[in-house]
């Protein structure tokens, strides 16, 4: 619009005639409104805004309605639009103030004063110039307030004007709220639904200046209580429009802030409203109840208590009179305080308490957040906590969660997580007070936890207590606890965080730590017990008290819990009730001592025994899961890795063996994977450095045997109740994994475990672990083989014992011709080698007891990893072609032989497979025969030593162990003179030389006097301590260690030595049963021609007779070794 134009509607509305005028303001809004969206247009009128203010105001009284309704709206835009105010002259403002003001209170015209209004309402005028016209505007627009003339929209642009003021001169305004404010709050109880809605907006709009009131304000609207407002409510409540009664009087309490205290009559009538409307049976009347309480507690909380001032006396000596009146008031005010939040307290604990709809809770839940907000920072104070919190958080939780109050629990949770968790915040949270909860969706006002002490430990623990218990029972669903479950965990964690900081810190003193421990231990107690006690069958309760364990364990460490400055009477029931009636023999059978009840022990053995007690109760109960055993796993790795490894490695396998059985295997397995871990961990040295403890030693023993031990615990199978009890204790199909896991798990821990000992002087692992089980085995001997043999299958229980063991021995066999057997050059006669010699016959004793067990034991349809004779030969074969020395060998034979003899002796029932590796076995006993060192004396002693096996192999119906045996014969015994035969060998030797498959040496005098010397005595005797005794023709030889050294033999005297009269007498003896028999008496050729005198071997011919007699014979070979 050009400047012309703008001239045009100056004089149009400057002119006299009222058509003119009102063409003139016309054509003005237009442009006004176009130049909002046009920059130059608003620029030109800025520019001419002076002289058009001038002309506008003079009309703004015009006795003519419509013009002076157009000048005021054309005013209006001149005093809200920015670039426009600012071109306004200053004369220009306060005259358009001084005129608006003076117009509304002056005009009969509704529309006039109503416009006149609205300019005040849309006014963006420095508020310099309302502070100078502050007094006149106030009036003006409470006589519009008050409406002479009747005109709601005067009303409503009034309340406008109060809010652009408040916002605008919020001090001044607050200071004069007693004068606008009861014109507004007065109609909150207006009948007229437009009114009534038009004040509520106002006030709400403008309630940070009237709340909290003024104290002018609260008492005019004392006043207003006394003379109409109480009863206006009242009538409002009879008349059945509820809702607004308690709105307003929601309202009016706020408003009445402080200053109600003062005036408790008056606020005990008003108290009538709510009761009456608590109790309503409409949702809608108690939720708008519990929105106006959050009335009650703006009036009786305004600021927070000031309890530091309460607790902290004052250093001033010269101020202390003034201090203690100063305290006294402060104690006043603060009882007062507590009145006050019991009586907010009392309806809020009912609701929650009721059975009311969820829309009421939620609105009492969201007025007690309201409370702790406004509480500040005293809601930290332990009396608050007791006040405001613990009793809605245990309405809260009093009643197990479901599909209408999970909401309400997670509130519960969320609010106590917040609350908790804030001592193990950042620093700069800390500072603020501020927590997660400003971001919470059910939470409007931000709650100021600040870091807790430990003093309110029992309180939480107390609240988890009953969230936990409550969440356990029948009616709740499996998710509903599993969620509440998490959260109480997390909750817990939080509490054991900041227990944990309290602890590590140097103003803790030592009572102060005992009594907190003591505090966790009970809890962790009550929740394994009490909800154990319950009958509860849920799995989660169980699975959920070893979280809670393992919690405490991981988050307070071993160097807390493992202290040995702790301790604590172990007064668990479970281990009590175990002791009453605890008869299991295999606790005879642990060397080391078991825990017993009300024994002194440090918190993390206390835990460990708990821990355990809720293993065997999911063990009992429930099927285990992976992620359950994984838990376990990892909880034993947490616990053998402390520094007081003994003591808990001793717990853990004293409580194993109070539970030997198979069904807890799966615990054996957590531990065993625990400790095995300890042991590869380079880090971990607690282990290796208590290797050389005893009771640690044999305690590692004894957890490696428990698996053989638990199964065994199980009656036995015999012949005569054989089905019967097939039925009454199998192995279901899902526990056959498990043995396989059992077994893979043994080997892992006993590989490390060798590795670990293998560096150790004082122990021999291999061997002291074989002559523990062969211990248990020779104590068990006649459960295992009692009864008539009979068929296994592999649900029979006895096989358990037999895969267990099988698989132990390859492991041991195996481990001891790798890491124990070394090379011939680097062993020597020396503890080393008789560490070996032992490890060798413990084991080799282990495997002649499993080959028996085999065999009394015929198993059907075994595991596919099950040990049997196939399996068990093919070891052993490998086992001794790792034997190169002649100790070694021997050994091996007078211990295997045995049993050996019984498994060729029924190869015809045995498969392919099987008979193809007791071929093997059988073809390396013979090579290691051969290749002994020092090399072995092939004579008459070898042969009876032998005698049953030889006699079985030479003539054996399968060709494979037959020709093997001839030909190692051939090479060995009939390149030697063999002067005495073994009599059970005469036939089968005298058959196969006539076939002409085996040949003998010829007896030679010559050869004789060159084979019969002392070396050849002397190999035959060195190593063999031969027992014989008359039963009919059978005789025992035993094969015993040589602790001799393989030095040579002094050079033989060639003189005829005399025989001592004793020796006379037994060959005299001997001579006669010779000639009484013919030469075929039980007595002949039974033992090597060897001169048994005291001084040596002689080559005379007194030396050449034979002695028969076998009682002489073992005095001579005692005498000679």
Not at 389 to 415: A, C, R
Not at 1069 to 1077: N, Y
Not at 1113 to 1118: A, F, G, N, S, Y
């Amino acid at each position: 619009m050009s400047k012309e134009e703008i001239l045009e509607i100056q004089t149009l509305i400057s002119s006299n005639d009222n058509s003119n005028k009102s063409s003139g303001y016309s054509t003005l809004l237009q442009f006004q409104q176009h130049s909002c969206i046009n920059p130059s247009s608003l620029q030109s009128l800025a520019q001419n805004s002076n002289s058009i203010i001038s002309s506008t105001l003079s009309d703004i009284e015009h006795h003519d309605e419509e013009i002076a309704a157009q000048a005021l709206k054309c005013l209006g835009f001149m005093i809200y639009h920015p670039s426009i105010v600012s071109e306004l002259r200053v004369d220009d403002v306060n005259l358009v103030l001084d005129s608006l003001a003076k117009l509304i209170t002056t005009t009969k015209l509704k529309t006039v004063c109503n416009l006149g209004v609205w300019c005040f309402s849309v006014q963006q005028l420095g508020v310099s110039f309302l502070v100078a016209h502050f007094h006149s505007l106030l009036r003006a627009i409470v006589h519009a307030l008050d409406n002479p003339m009747g005109s709601l929209s005067t009303t409503f642009e009034a309340t406008q004007a109060i809010m652009k003021l408040s916002g605008q001169l919020s001090e001044q305004m607050r200071d004069s709220s007693h004068i606008w404010a009861p014109p507004i709050y007065r109609r909150i109880l207006s009948t007229d639904k437009r009114e009534k809605d038009s004040s509520e907006r106002c006030l709400l709009k403008i309630s940070s200046i009237v709340i909290p009131p003024s104290l002018e304000l609260s008492k005019v609207l004392v006043k207003d209580m006394k003379i109409k407002l109480l009863n206006g409510m009242k009538d409002l409540l009879d008349s059945g429009t509820k809702i607004q009664a308690v709105q307003a009087w929601g309202w009016f309490i706020r408003m009445l802030g402080s200053h109600a205290l003062k005036n408790k009559h008056l606020v005990n009538d008003m108290l009538k409203i709510p009761e009456r409307t608590f109790t309503d049976p409409d949702p809608q009347v108690q939720i708008a109840t519990q929105v106006a309480w959050e009335g009650l507690i703006d009036a009786l909380i305004s600021h927070p208590i000031l309890v530091s001032e309460k607790k902290t006396p004052s250093k001033d000596t010269s101020l202390q009179k003034q201090h203690s009146s100063s305290k006294t008031n402060c104690v006043d005010q603060v009882n007062g305080i507590y009145k006050s939040i019991k009586l907010i307290m009392t309806p809020l604990i009912g609701i929650v308490s009721s059975k009311c709809d969820i829309s009421v809770h939620s609105s009492c839940l969201n007025t007690w957040c309201y409370l702790l907000h406004k509480l500040d920072t005293s809601v930290n104070e332990s009396s608050l906590i007791k006040m405001v919190l613990e009793p809605i958080l245990k309405v809260i939780f009093q009643n197990g969660p479901d599909s209408k109050t999970i909401w309400l629990w997670n509130l519960g949770l969320d609010l106590l997580s917040d609350s908790v968790s804030q001592k193990c915040r950042d620093a700069h949270c800390i500072e603020t007070g501020h927590s997660s909860s400003d971001k919470s969706s059910w939470k409007q006002h931000p709650i100021r936890w600040l870091p807790w002490d430990i003093s309110r430990l029992d309180f939480y623990l107390s609240i988890i207590f009953v969230i936990i218990r409550q969440a356990s029972g029948a009616t709740v669903t499996r998710d509903h606890r599993s969620h509440v479950y998490d959260a109480a965990l997390k909750i817990f964690k939080y509490v054991l965080k900041g227990v944990k900081l309290d602890m590590e810190s140097p103003s803790t003193n030592y009572d102060a730590v005992i009594c907190c421990l003591n505090t966790l231990l009970t809890f962790v107690k009550i929740v394994c017990e009490d909800l154990y006690s319950d009958g509860s069958e849920n799995y989660d309760v169980y699975y959920t008290s070893l979280r809670f364990i393992d919690a405490v364990t991981k988050e307070l460490g071993s160097s807390i819990l493992g202290s040995p400055l702790y301790k604590f009477p172990l007064d668990l029931k479970y281990i009590n009730d175990m002791q009453s009636v605890d008869h299991n023999k295999h606790l005879k059978f642990l060397t080391v001592n078991c825990i017993c009840y009300m024994d002194k022990v440090s918190p993390l053995v206390y835990l460990i025994v708990l821990y355990f007690h809720m293993m065997v109760q999911l063990t009992l109960k429930f099927q285990q899961s992976d992620h359950i055993s994984q838990g376990m796993s990892e909880y034993f790795k947490f616990i053998f890795s402390s520094s007081n490894l003994l003591d808990n490695l001793l717990t853990c396998t004293g409580l194993l063996y109070k539970h030997a059985e198979p069904i807890y295997l799966n615990i054996w397995v957590a531990v065993a994977q625990g400790l095995n871990y300890c042991v590869c961990n380079a880090n971990c040295k607690s282990l290796k450095e208590s290797l050389s403890d005893g009771n640690e030693y044999y305690s590692i023993c004894h957890l490696l045997i428990y698996p053989i031990v638990a199964h065994s615990e199980v009656p036995r199978l015999t012949s005569s109740n054989a089905s019967g009890s097939m039925e009454k204790y199998p192995v279901s199909a899902d526990e056959k994994p498990s043995l396989e896991l059992v077994i893979q798990t043994w080997k892992s821990l006993y590989g490390s475990l060798s590795a670990g000992f293998g560096c150790s002087t004082t122990t021999n692992f291999s061997g002291d672990l074989c002559k523990l089980i062969n211990r248990w085995l020779d104590e068990n001997v006649s459960m295992l083989g009692s009864g008539t043999d009979f068929k296994l299958t592999y649900n029979d229980i006895d096989l358990g014992v037999l895969h267990l063991s099988g698989n132990f021995l390859i492991c041991i066999l195996e481990q001891i011709q790798t890491l124990e057997l070394v090379s011939e050059t680097s062993r020597s006669k020396s503890e080393c080698d008789s560490k070996i010699l032992y490890s060798i016959k413990n084991c080799l004793t282990f495997a002649s007891k499993y080959m028996h067990l085999l065999r009394i034991k015929m198993v059907t349809d075994p595991p596919p990893s099950f040990v049997g004779t196939s399996r068990l030969s093919s070891a052993l074969a490998c086992f001794i072609d790792h034997l190169h020395r002649k100790q070694d060998i021997l050994l091996f034979l007078e211990i295997i032989s045995c049993p050996l003899l019984q498994w060729l002796s029924n190869m015809g029932v045995q498969n392919e497979g099987t008979n193809n590796n007791l071929k093997l076995l059988w073809n390396e006993i013979l090579s290691s025969l051969r290749r002994s060192q020092p090399p072995l004396h092939f004579g008459s002693a070898l042969l009876e030593l032998h005698e049953p096996l030889f006699e079985k192999t030479l003539d054996h119906p399968y060709p494979s162990i037959s020709e093997a045996t001839i030909e190692f014969w051939n090479s060995t015994f009939a390149q030697q003179i063999i002067f005495d035969f073994p009599p059970r060998l005469l036939h089968v030797l005298d058959k196969l030389s006539r076939q002409g498959k085996l040949k003998l040496q010829s007896r030679s005098i010559s050869s004789f006097k060159k084979c019969n010397t002392r070396e050849e005595v002397g190999d035959a005797l060195q190593g063999y301590r031969v027992a014989a005794k008359h039963n009919r023709t059978s005789k025992r030889v035993e094969l015993v260690l040589d602790t001799q050294k393989d030095a040579p033999f002094s050079s033989f005297k060639k003189k005829r030595l005399e025989l001592t009269e004793h020796q006379k007498e037994v060959r005299r003896a001997q001579q006669g049963r010779q000639r009484d028999t013919g030469g075929h008496g039980p007595g002949i050729r039974t033992y090597t021609n060897a001169d048994f005198s005291q001084q040596g071997f002689d080559d005379s011919q007194e030396s050449l007779d034979a002695i028969r007699d076998s009682e002489a014979i073992l005095e001579m070979l005692r005498k000679t070794i």
